[in-house]
């Protein structure tokens, strides 16, 4: 264990529900959600904000990013959109000091149902969720693939 939560979950010391686990990146729910789906990518590497993370690093966040977004709307969640979000530092309201990139994913309309999401935070069937997102990377895949050959 150490005094950081995120590196506990990047080594398997804490526990969470994972979409997405490469060399360099893990991506995981959020534990209070502010909409279905709402996943946290982090470096494995340490570094507690934008000014202490490495460049290529960064590129690697958000290129899992990028795709868990794109997976999501291929998913069974069928997301219209994201909002990928990185809070630095205490003025932007960063809470967690190891450097996390947000993807919450959007609906169309869904103003009201995200604006409620902001308050309640409840992560609901998270297994459920986090298996439809892995799915959807599946998809993602399968299409590259398609595309390739
Ligand atoms: P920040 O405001 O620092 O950008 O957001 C930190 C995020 O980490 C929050 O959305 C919060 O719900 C999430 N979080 C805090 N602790 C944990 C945890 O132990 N596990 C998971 N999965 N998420 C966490
Ligand atoms: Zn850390």
Redesign the pocket.
């Known amino acids: 264990m150490t005094n950081c939560?995120f590196c506990d979950?990047a080594h398997g010391d804490?526990p969470?529900t994972t979409v997405l686990d490469t060399e360099d990146v893990l991506a995981?729910?959020?534990?209070?959600p502010i909409s279905r789906g709402h996943v946290?990518v982090i470096p494995k590497r340490h570094s507690t904000d934008l000014d202490t993370l490495e460049p290529a690093l960064g590129g690697a966040v958000f290129a899992a990013g990028q795709r868990i977004s794109r997976a999501i709307r291929r998913s069974d969640l069928r997301s219209d959109g994201a909002n990928l979000v990185v809070?630095d530092g205490k003025a932007a309201?960063?809470?967690?000091f190891h450097t996390?990139l947000?993807v919450v994913p959007r609906w169309t309309g869904d103003k009201l149902r995200f604006a409620r999401g902001f308050v309640t935070r409840r992560l609901r069937a998270p297994e459920e969720t986090a298996a439809a997102i892995r799915d959807g990377l599946v998809r993602l895949a399968a299409e590259d693939a398609d595309h390739a050959g």
Not at 28 to 32: G, H, N, S
Not at 93 to 96: A, G, M, S, W
């Open positions: 939560v979950i804490a969470s995981f729910l959020d534990i209070r946290l809070n309201f960063q809470t967690v996390h947000h």
